[in-house]
């Protein structure tokens, strides 16, 4: 059999796989809603689990395991990542921090329990309690993997049937704001502005009296006042 080191090396491909496709899955679960991936993805998880039927008393890795480990992996990731965008959606953003924790322990318990209760079921049919190189082990292994598959494709099923996708509040696009188009006065052009304004003291195109060469008495009174700055007439 594998060492601890070859068997936590023989799972990598599942690491590997969730860590490139996880993104990519949440992304799409946010836009079609998580029903379809957490319906879909344990039915495919479960498949990858019955590949492992496959192993015997010598199996090959790459002929019998990678290809269980690699739907295996497709399928737990078309399920977590989904699965914690809703739960962590549903929480407000101040308890974000908590469902994530509860996800998490959730997660982890549900692991411990099923692999006791697996192994109290498989316990009988092994010989010295342990497994050996033996065709009991084969048949005890072959057990496990039927009742693992069999409850992933029942979480599949039940995600199918009683997850619903949230509706979304589509609000539509606001008109932008209405412009007013009136001439200004000695302007050749209409000037545009959005809702009620004046027109500017110098319009385009209009004349005043330093352009027109005519200084009107308003000006002439001001600069033998000494005022810095001479207005015009309107």
Known sequence: GYSALESGLTTLPVTIVMFALSRRFGALADRLGPRLFMGAGPLIAAGGILLLLRVGMDPSYVADLLPALLVFALGLTLTVAPLTATVLADADET?????????NAVARVAGLIGVSVVGVVVASTLVGD??????????????????CAALVAAGGVVGAIGIVNPRRTVEAARPPPATSRRRCPGSSRS?????????????????????????????????SHGWARAWGPP
């Open 95 to 103: 308890d974000a921090g908590i469902a994530s924790a509860i996800n």
């Open 130 to 147: 342990t497994f050996a190189a033996n065709d009991e082990s084969v048949r005890a292994f072959h057990q496990v993997v039927w009742i």
């Open 191 to 223: 000037a545009i502005r959005p809702g009620p304004g004046r027109c500017p003291r110098s319009a385009p195109g209009a004349r005043t009296w330093w352009a027109s060469g005519s200084v009107p008495w308003t000006a002439t009174w001001a600069m």
